[in-house]
C-alpha cells in the first residue's frame, strides 16, 4: 500500500510536536510494509537578510539527509514545497511573522520541486493563501503521483488532503493532531474552524490522537462518530546520555513547568499551586520554562502572590537546556487547559522525572504511572506535587514503573491501528 | 453426615475524607461522614437486613440442622451502632437462636500481625469483648484479616487461646490435598484449621451472576449435584465469603436471595449433608494431617497472598510510618488517639495502594474509593502524617506532666515475606514445600 501523506513539518526542521510524530509514524508505518509519499512545505526567507538562518536550515536539512536518517529517507519519496506555513500560529500572527521577515521576497524554491512548478511572483502574506496554495499542490501532486490512501496532519494540510481527493478519487483520511478548539479555547477563528470541519466531513476516516479529541470531533464539529478512530501518540526511544545530577546547582527540590506560556497550557494554575506549596514547604523552587503571550502576566501574577524568590522564569528553552531541566527537576507538572495528547510528559518521565498531568490531557488515557489532577484543582495539583517531594514511595513507584510504560508507547504499534484504519477504505 | 460451614466476613471500613496537606497539622478529622454512612445504609438496605431475615427464617424452618458463623469487625459494629442500629438488632436476633456462631478477629481488620505483635494480641481481645458485649457469646474460633495465614500467624493465635482458626484453602499450600478435610497448624498441632473451598465459594460469590458463565444460571439444584460429586470420605465443605455477596455484589435482581433461600432445604432434604459451625467442627472431627505453612497465604486475588496490602513501595511506605509510633500507642489513654490508630490500620487503607492493575484490577476497583492507588497513597499518608505529629504532641505532654510513657516489651515479629511467593507444591512430592522454602529463604537472604 502507498500513502501520499501532507505534513508541514519534518525533523529536523520542527517547532512542535507534529513534526516528530509525523516521523515516528512514518517509521512505524514501514515496519507494516507502508511506502509513505511525505510532502511537506518548507519556509525559506529572503535570500539576503535571512540568508544567514537559510544556510542554518540548509546545514540542518543537509544533516538530515546523513546515514542516519538513510534508511528512512530511501524509502520515503520526500518532496519539499516553497511555502510558508508555520505551524502553531493563528492567521494573525502569521501575518505579523511574514510582515516583519518577508518583507520583498523572492520565491525560493527546493530544486526538486522546483522543475515542475512555476510559482510566479512573491509569497503569500497571509496564511490562508498558503493553506490554498498548498492545496493546488497537492492536487498537482495526486495526478501525477500513484498512491492508495492519502493522508493529512492538521487543519493546514486538509485542503490539500481535499484536492488530492477530487483529483485522484483515492480515499481520504485526516489525522486531528489538534482542533481549533484546544489552540483558542472558545475564540475560535472561524476560517480555521470551517477548514477543519470541512476536511473532516469530506474524510472517509478521521484519526484523532486521544479519546479527547474524538469527542470533540464528535460534538464541537458534528462528525460522524462511525468514522473516527483514536490512534494514541507514541514516542521514539532516545539513547542519550544521562545528564548528572550534579548539574543542579540549588539545594532545594525543583518543580517544573515546560511549555508555551499561553492559556492552553494552563500555566496561571501551575502558579496558584506553586504559592499553596510554599506556604507550607520553603524547601522548593518552581521553574517556568517556555514563553508565550501570557508570560508578562504570569510574573506579574508571581510576584503579587510574594513567590517571585521561589518562582523563577527561565525563557524559551530548546535542545540540551530541554535536557538539563529535566535532569534538574524532582517534579514535572503539565497543567494543560486543554491538551489533545501532549508529550511533554512522557519526555520527562524518560528522564526519572515523576509528572502531575491534568486530566484534560489525551496522555492522561495512555499513562497509569503518574498522578492526574483536574487542571482547575490547584488544591489536588498543589497536594500532588507535595506528595511528590515528601513521600518518596511516590518517586521510587514511578522511576520503577514509568519507564517501562512510556517505552511501551511504541510508534510500531500505533502504527498498526493506523493501518486498520487504512485498510476500511483502501479500495484494492 | 458430611458437613457444610458457612461462614460470612461482615466489614466495613471507615473511609477517609479528601485531606490535602495544608490539613495537616490544621484539622484533625479524617473521616468521610457522609460516605461512611450513606454506604452503609445502603449496604444494610441491600444486603444486611434482607439477608439476616431470610438466616432468621431458615434457622425457624430447618432448627439445629441448619448453622452458620460470622465474624463482624469491630469498625463495622462502629458503624451500624452510629447509623443502622437495626441492623445490631437483627444480628442479636440471630445469635439469639443459638445457631450463629460469631468468630474473633483484629478489631480494625488490621494487618498487625506483622508488625506489631502486642498490637496484634490486643486488636484481638478488644475484639472477642465487643462481641461478647454485644452478642453474649464469647468467640472461640479465630480468623484473621482476609484468611491471612502462616505459621508464625498460628502461634500468635493458638497463645491466645484458640483452638479452631479458618483459612484459605490455596493451592500453594494444598497441593493435591483436598480442602474439605480438617488439618492441624504445625507449630500447634492443637490448632485445628478449616480451609476454604474457593471454587465452591466463588461460584456463588463471584460468578453467580456472570451471564458468561458456562454454568449461568446456578441453582440449587446444579450446586448440590456438584457437593454430590465430592468423594465421600471428605468431611466438609468450607463455604467463606463475604457477607455482602447477598445484595451488594451479587444484586437482588440476580436472584440470589432465591438461591440462598433454596438452598439449605434442598441440601437438608438430600439427607447427605448438615451445616455446621466450625466449633461444632473441631469437637467433631479430627485433623487428618498437619498443614506446613511458612509463607502468607490470603483469600485474595488469584495469587492467593498478600500482595494486595503489602509489598509495593507505596503500601510498604504507609504501613511502616503508621507503625513508627506503635511503641507510643501502645501505652496511650488518648480516646481519639486510640480511635484514630484503630481506623487508620484498617486493611483497606492498604488495598486501596494495590498497583496490580491487570489481573484482578477489576475486583479491586469495585472496592476502592480513589481512582488511582496514587491518590489513595497520597490522602493516607497526608493523614498518617498529621497522626504522627499528634501523637508525639501526645507523647512529650506524658513525659512533660511527669508520666512517661512505660517501656513495652516486645518482641520484633518476622515480618510478611512479601516479596516472596510459595511455589505451588508438585502433586507427586508432597515433601516438596520445605525443599523449596529453605531454598527460597536462602535467596531472600
Given at each position: 500500500m502507498k500513502v501520499l501523506m501532507f505534513g508541514w513539518e519534518f525533523p529536523p526542521h520542527i517547532t512542535g510536536g507534529l513534526g516528530t510524530a509525523c516521523f515516528g509514524m512514518t517509521k512505524g508505518l514501514l515496519k507494516h510494509g507502508i511506502d509513505v509519499l511525505f510532502v511537506v512545505p518548507k519556509a525559506y526567507g529572503d535570500e539576503s537578510q535571512e540568508a544567514v538562518r537559510l544556510i542554518n536550515a540548509s546545514d540542518v536539512t543537509v544533516k538530515m539527509r546523513e546515514p542516519v536518517f538513510q534508511d528512512y529517507w530511501n524509502q520515503i519519496t520526500f518532496m519539499e514545497i516553497g511555502s510558508n506555513l508555520i505551524p502553531y500560529v493563528g492567521p494573525v500572527e502569521f501575518e505579523k511573522m511574514v510582515a516583519e521577515d518577508l518583507r520583498s521576497t523572492e520565491e525560493k524554491m527546493n530544486p526538486v520541486f522546483a522543475e515542475r512548478f512555476t510559482f510566479s511572483g512573491k509569497y503569500g502574506q497571509d496564511l490562508m493563501t498558503e493553506v490554498s496554495r498548498y492545496a493546488l499542490i497537492g492536487a498537482t501532486l495526486a495526478s501525477e503521483q500513484q498512491f492508495d490512501v492519502i493522508h493529512a496532519h492538521d487543519w493546514l494540510t486538509y485542503p490539500a488532503g481535499v484536492a488530492a481527493k477530487h483529483v485522484s478519487g483515492k480515499p481520504l483520511v485526516v489525522h486531528m493532531h489538534a482542533t481549533e478548539f484546544d489552540r483558542s479555547g472558545e475564540n475560535i477563528n472561524s476560517n480555521v474552524y470551517d477548514i477543519e470541519r470541512k476536511g473532516m466531513e469530506e474524510a472517509d476516516r478521521v484519526i484523532t490522537v486521544s479519546n479527547l479529541t474524538r469527542n470533540i470531533v464528535i460534538e464541537r464539529y458534528g462528525i460522524n462518530a462511525d468514522k473516527v478512530f483514536t490512534v494514541h501518540n507514541a514516542v521514539e526511544p532516545i539513547e542519550k546520555a544521562e545528564l548528572a545530577d550534579?548539574?543542579?546547582?540549588?539545594k532545594e527540590k525543583v518543580v517544573t513547568f515546560l511549555g508555551r506560556i499561553t492559556f492552553q497550557k494552563g500555566p496561571e494554575y501551575f502558579i496558584e499551586a506553586a504559592k499553596k506549596v510554599l506556604e507550607r514547604d520553603q524547601n522548593v523552587r518552581f521553574v517556568m520554562a517556555g514563553t508565550g503571550d501570557l508570560m508578562e502576566k504570569m510574573i506579574r501574577r508571581a510576584a503579587r502572590l510574594k513567590i517571585a524568590s521561589k518562582f523563577h522564569f527561565t525563557g524559551f528553552l530548546k535542545g540540551e537546556n530541554v535536557d538539563r531541566m529535566f535532569a534538574m527537576s524532582d517534579v514535572y507538572v503539565m497543567p494543560s487547559v486543554s491538551e489533545p495528547f501532549g508529550i511533554s510528559p512522557l519526555e520527562a518521565m524518560r528522564s526519572n522525572v515523576p509528572v502531575v498531568i491534568s486530566k484534560q490531557s489525551g496522555v492522561a488515557e495512555v499513562l497509569n504511572h503518574v498522578l492526574k489532577v483536574d487542571f482547575w484543582d490547584i488544591d489536588a495539583m498543589a497536594d500532588a506535587i507535595y506528595s511528590l517531594l515528601h513521600y518518596k514511595s511516590l518517586t521510587t513507584m514511578f522511576r520503577q514503573h514509568g519507564t517501562e510504560e512510556v517505552n511501551n508507547l511504541k510508534w510500531e504499534n500505533a502504527a498498526a491501528h493506523i493501518v486498520e484504519v487504512y485498510n476500511q477504505v483502501y479500495q484494492k | 453426615m458430611r458437613s457444610i460451614c458457612l461462614y460470612f466476613q461482615v466489614h466495613q471500613p471507615f473511609r477517609l475524607r479528601t485531606y490535602r496537606f495544608f490539613d495537616i497539622g490544621a484539622d484533625h478529622y479524617y473521616y468521610d461522614d457522609y460516605q461512611n454512612k450513606h454506604i452503609v445504609k445502603r449496604i444494610a438496605e441491600n444486603c444486611y437486613l434482607p439477608a439476616n431475615e431470610i438466616m432468621l427464617n431458615l434457622i425457624k424452618e430447618h432448627g439445629p440442622n441448619f448453622r452458620v458463623s460470622f465474624s463482624i469487625t469491630g469498625t463495622a459494629i462502629e458503624q451500624f451502632k452510629k447509623y443502622t442500629p437495626e441492623v445490631i438488632e437483627s444480628f442479636r436476633k440471630l445469635a439469639k437462636t443459638g445457631n450463629v456462631e460469631f468468630l474473633a478477629e483484629t478489631y480494625s481488620h488490621s494487618l498487625a500481625a506483622f508488625k506489631d505483635e502486642a498490637e496484634f494480641m490486643q486488636q484481638v481481645k478488644k475484639h472477642a469483648e465487643t462481641i461478647e458485649q454485644m452478642f453474649g457469646v464469647k468467640p472461640v474460633t479465630f480468623r484473621n484479616t482476609e484468611l491471612i495465614y502462616s505459621n508464625d500467624i498460628a502461634d500468635k493465635v493458638y497463645k491466645l487461646g484458640y483452638k479452631m482458626m479458618l483459612t484459605e484453602g490455596a493451592k500453594q499450600v494444598l497441593g493435591w490435598k483436598s480442602p474439605n478435610f480438617l488439618y492441624n497448624s504445625r507449630?500447634?498441632?492443637?490448632l485445628k484449621l478449616l480451609m476454604r473451598n474457593y471454587q465452591l465459594s466463588d461460584d456463588i460469590a463471584f460468578r453467580f451472576s456472570q451471564s458468561s458463565w458456562g454454568e449461568w444460571p446456578l441453582t440449587a439444584d446444579k450446586y448440590l449435584n456438584w457437593l454430590n460429586i465430592i468423594d465421600k470420605k471428605q468431611d466438609v465443605v468450607n463455604l467463606f465469603m463475604d457477607y455482602e455477596t447477598f445484595g451488594e455484589h451479587q444484586k437482588a435482581e440476580s436472584g440470589i436471595f432465591s438461591f440462598l433461600k433454596a438452598l439449605p432445604g434442598i441440601v437438608l432434604n438430600s439427607k447427605k449433608w448438615i451445616f455446621r459451625t466450625p466449633s461444632q467442627l473441631a469437637d467433631l472431627l479430627d485433623p487428618v494431617t498437619t498443614l506446613d505453612v511458612p509463607y502468607n497465604i490470603s483469600w485474595a486475588d488469584e495469587e492467593r497472598d498478600v500482595t494486595a496490602w503489602l509489598g509495593n513501595d507505596l503500601q510498604d511506605e504507609a504501613f511502616d510510618t503508621l507503625y513508627s509510633v506503635s511503641d507510643i500507642m501502645a501505652d496511650c489513654d488518648d480516646e481519639e488517639l486510640i480511635r484514630d490508630w484503630n481506623r487508620l490500620q484498617c486493611s483497606d487503607h492498604f488495598y486501596y495502594m494495590c498497583t496490580k492493575w491487570f489481573s484482578d484490577g477489576a475486583v479491586h476497583h469495585y472496592f476502592?474509593?480513589?481512582?488511582t492507588p496514587y491518590e489513595a497513597f497520597i490522602n493516607y499518608m497526608n493523614v498518617v502524617s498529621d497522626f504522627l505529629i499528634r501523637v508525639k504532641e501526645y507523647s512529650e505532654n506524658r513525659i512533660a506532666g511527669g508520666k512517661p510513657l512505660k517501656k513495652v516489651e516486645k518482641t520484633e515479629p518476622a515480618a510478611p515475606q512479601k516479596t516472596i511467593k510459595a511455589k505451588p507444591v508438585k502433586e507427586t512430592k508432597p515433601a516438596k514445600p520445605k525443599a523449596a522454602a529453605k531454598v527460597t529463604t536462602r535467596k531472600a537472604k
Open positions: 550534579s548539574e543542579k546547582h540549588v | 507449630p500447634h498441632p492443637q476502592n474509593p480513589y481512582s
